[in-house]
């Protein structure tokens, strides 16, 4: 991975750390559905309107219909499922929840993309959930797991959010990644308008305007930016290097969700983010280190 997509990719994750509190706070005006409908649907609107100077062919055949499918299971099935379980545990515990991320879609990536998991890589794996076990503080005496059921819920999200990258990445040697993004948006939106679309407006048309700045936040920096950075990256690089930068969304959501919400900070939050930032550098690959040393060595 080349050092600039990976500070890209580290700022990135940073922002979509920040997504999780914003769905704890989106809970009093939207349920699950409507955030997901007014999230993509912003976002697919806007790519819309900037079609004509989109790079790269549309997908066609095959890969249209890849297109439709994967935006139905990423937009309409993972938000849904991550959304509720979110509202109904807490922030924090999705942002530790959200170490696992990384291993489904590395082992999703070695299993259909015939991507070699490393010995560094499983090392930095291994960390990161080091670190997310860390920072939930399993030997407290109070410490107990969220509610089985938002557990599921946001564990089987990412089972959903893995299909971008594994069935995505096959397609950007044919075709444009904003436009596939695009296509992808819109076969999402038109699903989940149809499953609560009245709901959606009903509410929409009741929410104050800092609600509505919240949702242009997750639509046009966590979706549009960070859905097509993210092709970008895995378009050169292999999806399993990509993946292990996820850990640093439960460092980051974790201090959010006590900045934002209130919620409780402990000191396991801290040794766990180290523990987090130490598996990030065990497992990049060699390649990059040696890269990063070189572009150091030119600094003046």
């Given at each position: 991975?080349k050092?600039l ?9 940073c ?8 769905f704890k706070a ?5 349920h699950a559905g409507?955030?997901a409908?007014l ?6 609107a806007f790519?819309?309107l900037c ?9 066609r ?7 439709v ?12 499922l ?5 509202q109904?545990?807490?922030?924090t515990d999705?942002?530790?929840?959200m170490a ?12 259909f ?5 490393r010995?560094r ?9 080091a670190g997310?076990?860390l920072m ?13 059921t ?16 594994l069935?995505?990445?096959p397609?950007?040697e ?12 819109l ?7 149809w499953?609560?679309?009245?709901t959606?407006?009903?509410?929409a048309a ?8 919240v ?10 930016a960070g859905?097509?950075l993210?092709?970008?990256v ?6 399993n290097v ?17 900045a934002?919400?209130?919620e409780?900070?402990y ?11 130490a598996?990030?550098v ?5 390649a ?10 030119t600094?003046?």
């Amino acid at each position: 991975m080349k050092p600039l997509h990976l500070m890209m990719l580290i700022v990135m994750n940073c922002l979509w750390a920040v997504s999780y509190s914003a769905f704890k706070a989106l809970s009093p005006w939207l349920h699950a559905g409507g955030v997901a409908t007014l999230r993509f649907g912003l976002a697919g609107a806007f790519l819309l309107l900037c079609w004509p100077w989109l790079p790269g062919l549309a997908p066609r055949g095959r890969d249209l219909v890849r297109s439709v499918v994967m935006g139905v299971i990423v937009f309409v099935f993972a938000p849904r499922l991550q959304v509720a379980g979110v509202q109904l545990g807490r922030a924090t515990d999705a942002s530790v929840l959200m170490a696992l991320d990384p291993l489904v879609t590395s082992v999703g990536a070695a299993i259909f993309l015939r991507e070699p998991i490393r010995p560094r890589r499983w090392m930095g794996f291994l960390l990161g959930l080091a670190g997310a076990v860390l920072m939930a503080e399993v030997w407290r005496p109070g410490f107990r797991l969220p509610a089985l059921t938002a557990n599921v819920w946001i564990l089987l999200s990412f089972f959903c959010e893995a299909a971008y990258s594994l069935m995505g990445k096959p397609m950007l040697e044919r075709a444009g990644l904003f436009k596939i993004l695009a296509l992808a948006l819109l076969a999402g939106t038109v699903v989940n308008l149809w499953v609560d679309g009245r709901t959606t407006i009903q509410a929409a048309a009741a929410m104050p305007p800092r609600v509505w700045l919240v949702l242009v936040y997750l639509s046009l920096i966590c979706t549009v930016a960070g859905y097509s950075l993210w092709f970008a990256v895995i378009r050169e690089a292999e999806v399993n290097v990509a993946a292990l930068t996820i850990f640093i969304q439960p460092v980051v959501g974790a201090a959010v969700a006590v900045a934002w919400l209130g919620e409780s900070l402990y000191w396991g939050q801290l040794w766990g983010s180290l523990v987090i930032v130490a598996g990030l550098v065990v497992g990049l690959p060699k390649a990059f280190h040696r890269n990063l040393r070189q572009t150091n060595s030119t600094i003046p």
